[in-house]
């Protein structure tokens, strides 16, 4: 069984049996991804981290299929009905589905009429009629009446429940059905009556049909949701919909055709003929249909969530590799109406120096009062940078910012919109209390928000990362999987930047391999008690801080400024010998040959290497000794906004605006360029060659140039594009008109989606639309400034 997993997932990867063998010890020795991808090249032949999370990710799955298929093996066993053939069906079966089908005819199950028809000794009936057309159904029933069978009438009924049961069980055929519906059909989508007003944000859907095939994971998440608020009814096709004047289909469909054929059901005028043609239509329309369209559903949604998952982790991703703007001092607005707005003032290291809570808004209106007390703050603590949240009052927050900076040049102060999302649950969360118990939950949250700005990850970790939200309809996905997800990702990045271990607070220390919640716990303990660590040894030092945790954990903390200047790289001590011999070679002191490029560029890895340590890892060395410590996120810059742009009426259609990516959909990247709502640059207007995944071209966080193709001011809608060539919207920005691009059907420039019932649209020309529900949501959740 192991050596068939691991092939299996060899095969998938497109690598050696041998590294996925490596690997998988690895794992199960209670190694983490990113130990193995950084330290471990030698052992699994370079897996890198996207390979070993994959490898991860097939090898529960495949684990978790094993075990199923000795669950189904025992039980089938216990029936007394397992012979050599149908176990060499069951070992064959590579995915829960098909193993599934060839368990349903022996699962148990309650009293079926089928059961009860065997019970009634109607078995022999349904064979024969099956096995031999020629003989006249009423005729053969009539043998069949007993006490317990009223007449022929019941006795055929019964073959028939015994017969689209065999059909429906029937373990190839299923598969063979299900794989033609997934090619030939359907989803269709109908507004429920009454419910057009109150589900206007799923209108797109309110007479929809796609293929299977073809739709993506926002249209089908938002298609569910639709159903789910009762909006919307969802049919599960098996052929594309007739037009509506089409007339009614004649003659058996192509699935009854494979059931008939199957079976040897043929219309060759025998008497039993007709009677089995109808228990095929029988057994497709109220069985095999209804189990099929209950497959396919599960097969969308898992589909759609697997994609839904990967956008959130990749916005994640993103957001935590955001650019940090380092070591300066912060002032962190969180804003409110009758509430006011939070303040709170950090110092570089992100120490909280001050707080305040003022009034600028309704109902008080202090502008003025307001102005002066940030303006003293900023002054008192030399602030260079504002951090405001983007949820409520934002816009009129963002507004005092940039009277603030207007009115005290001297103050140098730059300000950048922060997304706050998670800040609230942070506030109230055990840690913040014992991190900060001072200060009121209120004003947590400003020091959330200025620390964010400062340095993303480490603020970010913080909070639970689907508190987060930068993912589509995330609270429909089973928690598990995305949970997994969102925490490699946490994992990933926390340790492709490094920890400094004398600074890091408890919940980034938990997020370092081979770290957990206690042992970092207990790292910040010893160094409050005993000062911080001079060295990586030092850690050893740390209660249950063992070999194991040691292996795993050291690569990735930092001690600047320590008694070995190595302890400031990624090179992990174990490799310190490594080192030691590149010294001995090059004769130069490791504090001159950290950082000497021209030194360590002519020397060769394959000098160095030994029993333990390749030319893989001998690279990595060289490169770390080249920029120790050094970190791989971009640099921090703010996007300029266009000054007398400060609200929807002041866009107009061909103005060139810089502005900044604040979240990656599917279907196309919303950006902030400075009034207060985001706009959108559909996946068509992103580039001009055909762009599949909106990542490819942008990220988070990225500042980029666009222009301007439309604005819809009733409806709070702007259309972007960055190509800076495309041609605005003819007579746009009029205040009411539809936004470019129609915002209409998802995805319509596509051509791919069809009304029910209609035939394919004409293609259009590649221009932007959004998708509205999904865009609303997001609007909704906070993830786009209104």
Known sequence: MTVSVHRRIAEELGVRDGQVAAAVDLLDGGATVPFIARYRKEVTGALDDAQLRTLEERLRYLRELEERRAAVLDSIRGQGKLDEALEQQILAADSKARLEDIYLPYKPKRRTKAQIAREAGLEPLAETLLADPTQDPRTVAAAYVTGEVADAAAALEGARSILVERFGEDADLIGELRELMWTRGHLVSKVRDGKEEAGAKFADYFDFSEPYQKLPSHRILAMFRGEKEEVLELSFVPDEPPAPDAPPPTGPSVYEGRIAGRFGVRDEGRPADRWLADTVRWAWRTRILVHLGIDLRTRLFAAAEEEAVRVFAANLRDLLLAAPAGTRATMG?????????????????????????????????????????????????????????????????????????????????????????????????????SELPELDVS?????????????????????????????????????????????????????????????????????????????????????????????????????????????????????????????????????????????????????????????????????????????????????????????????????????????????????????????????????????????????????KTFVKDPRDVVKSGDVVRVKVLDVDIPRKRISLTLRLDDEPAAGGGGGGRRAEGGQRRPDRDRGAPRRSGGTPRQQRPQRPAADTALADALRRAGLVKE
């Open 443 to 687: 004003l947590r949250g400003a020091v959330s928000i200025a620390r964010r700005l400062q340095d993303p990850l480490a603020e970010l970790v913080k909070i639970d990362p689907q508190s987060i939200g930068v993912g589509q309809y995330q609270h429909d996905l089973s928690y598990g999987k995305l949970s997994r997800s969102l925490d490699a990702v946490v994992e990933d990045c926390v340790n492709a930047v490094g920890v400094d271990v004398n600074t890091a607070s408890a919940p980034l220390l938990t997020r370092v391999s081979g770290i957990g919640t206690g042992l970092a716990e207990n790292i910040v303990l010893h160094r409050d008690a005993n000062g911080p660590f001079r060295s990586r040894t030092a850690l050893k030092e740390v209660p249950r801080l063992g070999p194991k945790a040691f292996e795993q954990c050291a690569g990735f903390l930092r001690i600047p400024g320590g008694d070995d200047p190595l302890d400031t790289s990624s090179v992990h001590p174990e490799a310190y010998p490594v080192v030691r011999r590149i010294i001995e070679r090059t004769g130069t002191p490791i504090g001159d040959l950290i950082g000497d490029t021209a030194t360590l560029r002519t020397l060769t890895p394959a000098d160095f290497v030994d029993e333990t340590f390749g030319v893989p890892t001998v690279t990595d060395i060289l490169a770390e000794l080249e920029k120790p410590g050094r970190d791989p996120r971009p640099e921090f810059r703010t996007a300029t906004f266009a000054e007398g742009v400060e609200t929807l009426g002041d866009l107009t259609p061909g103005m060139v605006l810089e502005g900044t990516v604040t979240n990656v959909a599917a279907f196309g990247a919303f950006v902030d360029v400075g009034v207060h709502q985001d706009g959108l640059v559909h996946v068509s207007a992103l580039s």
């Open 333 to 433: 607005l969180d804003p409110g109406f009758r509430t006011g707005v939070k303040v709170a003032v950090v110092d570089a290291t992100g120490k909280v120096v001050d707080t305040a809570t003022i009034y600028p808004h309704v109902p008080q209106r202090k502008w003025d009062a307001s102005l002066a007390t940030l303006a003293a703050l900023a002054a008192k603590h030399s602030v260079e940078l504002i951090a405001i949240g983007n949820g409520t009052a934002s816009r009129e927050t963002d507004k005092l910012a940039a009277d603030l900076i207007a009115k005290h040049p001297e103050l140098s102060l730059t300000k950048v919109v922060v997304s706050e999302a998670g800040a609230s649950v942070y506030s109230a969360s055990a840690y913040a209390s």
